[in-house]
């Protein structure tokens, strides 16, 4: 499930750098999910929401904001630098917190080789993001000033990442709320947030409507199913192991962005692939 999400994670990534859009593209993604995973949200919690009482709905709320400002915050370090700098060093700071944060908060033991797993996943990720290269002096001021937005933007991200994880986690193991049933209100929860960007400025929206709803779609349509694989896999390993294993999203990303997008140190990316591979290996043997 978790290799599976990683696919469908990075598909999603691309599509979004893609599109270059910024708030109205949240907006456009929000009600595109709305509509589009509604029969599937009203089956799950036909029977389940009615019993729902403060504390869901709370966790239920406070996941929803925290998504809303991390996937602000990831378009806006999309638009700032390059996906091969936001996106590993976003997915390494977030498992990396989550591993971190998992024991105190739900109660997890992180064993040495699953420690060893978290250490590769997030080295690997270093190194996939350009590693000490990114802050090489034979880098141009422009260039290295891109690199260094990206990694500021990526490390906050992350920090939501692990924030929204942690959360969802406690969602799902804790209180049994369906993983379709957080990641939906989740999703539904951007419109209302969404909606004073969009009424301030209605014909930039009806344009980047015209412009992005593909990329909307894509994003729409393989997000929360790769999320909610994500869940329901952590309803069955701890969240400390299924929060790194995600970053095999990496590869991915590092392959199709590298040919779609023409971004280039290959050689380096190996290498950090293999630390990942050797990391969840690790995550995956640890008891």
Known sequence: MVLVAALMHAVWNVAAKKAGGDGKFVMIGAVLVAVLWA???????LDEVPGYGPREWAVIVASGVV????????????????????????????????????????????????????LAVCGGVFLVAGGPRMFARTLDQKQRARVIAGVRAGALTGAFISGYTLIDGYAVKELGISPIIIDYF???????????????????????????????????????????????????????????AREV????????????????????????????????ASLALAR
């Open 39 to 45: 029969p599937v949200a009203i089956y799950a919690g």
């Open 186 to 244: 989740g999703n539904l929860l951007r419109v209302p947030l969404m909606l004073p960007l969009v009424l301030r400025d209605r014909p930039a929206f009806v344009a980047a409507v015209r412009t992005q709803w593909k990329q909307g779609l894509i994003v729409a349509t393989i997000g929360p199913l790769g999320y909610v694989l994500v869940l329901y896999a952590a309803k069955l390993a701890p969240l400390s192991h299924v929060a790194p």
């Open 67 to 118: 998504h809303v400002v991390y996937f602000n915050v990831l378009l806006w370090g999309y638009r700032v630098s390059d996906l091969t700098v936001v996106y590993p060093v976003a997915r390494g700071t977030g498992p990396l917190l989550t591993a971190l944060l998992a024991g105190p908060l739900l109660g997890e033991r992180l064993s040495p080789v699953a420690a060893f797993g978290v």
């Open 249 to 280: 999203s990496m590869l991915f990303a590092a392959l199709i962005g590298g040919k779609l997008l023409g971004e280039g140190d290959r050689a380096l990316r190996l290498v950090g692939a293999a630390c990942v591979a050797g990391g969840v």
